[in-house]
């Protein structure tokens, strides 16, 4: 029996809501093996961050080619990379083992509000990282700063999802649980047009970790074979009910439960 596996290039989050360990446990939940290269170990829980250490770039390289050199790899995401020098060494990889499809999860700012992106990285990243990303997965404040666009109206997220395919990607779904609105509506925008998925907004302070697990819900969906809406609707099901059954842990932003006992039925049109 093949598994398919799917690598994470990220970082480490000591309260494991997030991150690499998020990943992880969504790679295990939808069937896929993860392998992984830890870009950065952080100190944070649900309240915040305390302290972060980069990994040096050849320690990353090292990671990335014993997994590349080792594993067929079906598919792949990145969360933090925290620094240009940690972008520019991810996507030399990428380039030498000819890595895809990769889900690009912009990581810059934590649930916490704590910065994880350097200012002088955002450039790299957007000149480096998007144009080999099959889809990008910001959410509003993060497709303000790539872009440098106010969004407030559903034309405003739109325009920033083309843009961001300006740069590059192939996709972009730009995700709406930072907005007020219920239900919450994600939009996959890409060569074909834009696609709504809809969810109902789950009232709970646990959402630590959300986009970390979105995004690898996609890049797994992406690994067992299925086409990019497909994935968006599936990971986006997986994270309602991941929502819908937190566990309510920790004193902070609480990390949701990435073994749901049931799968939502997901809403596309």
Do not use: W
Request: aromatic content about 2%; proline content about 4%.
């Amino acid at each position: 029996m093949t598994v398919p596996v799917v690598l994470t290039i990220a970082g480490s989050d000591s309260g494991a809501g997030a991150g690499i360990q998020a990943d992880l446990k969504t790679f295990a939940a939808l069937g896929v093996y993860g392998v992984t290269v830890i870009t950065a170990i952080t100190a944070q829980n649900t309240v915040g961050v305390r302290a972060v250490q980069e990994m040096v770039p050849d320690v990353i390289t090292a990671q990335l080619d014993a997994v590349a050199e080792d594993f067929s790899i079906a598919a792949l995401k990145t969360g933090m990379l925290s620094s240009a020098a940690i972008i520019e060494t991810v996507v030399a990889g990428l380039r030498r083992h000819a890595l895809s499809p990769l889900v690009v999860d912009p990581v810059m700012i934590a649930k916490s509000g704590d910065r994880l992106l350097r200012e002088d990285a955002v450039d790299t990243l957007r000149r480096s990282l998007l144009p080999l990303a099959h889809v990008v997965t910001p959410n509003i404040p993060e497709a303000e700063l790539l872009t440098g666009f106010t969004i407030r109206t559903h034309a405003d997220r739109v325009a920033a999802g083309r843009a961001i395919m300006e740069l590059g990607a192939h996709a972009v779904v730009i995700k709406g649980g930072h907005s007020d609105e219920d239900p919450i509506v994600d939009l996959l925008v890409d060569s074909e047009g834009v696609h709504e998925f809809c969810a109902a907004r789950v009232a709970t302070g646990s959402t630590h970790g959300t986009g970390c697990t979105f995004s690898a819900a996609i890049a797994a969906a992406l690994g067992r074979g299925q086409g990019l809406a497909t994935a968006v609707g599936e990971a986006r099901a997986y994270l309602s009910s991941a929502l819908a059954e937190a566990p309510g842990l920790g004193h902070g932003h609480g990390p949701v439960n990435h073994f749901p006992s049931r799968q939502v039925a997901h809403a596309h049109h």
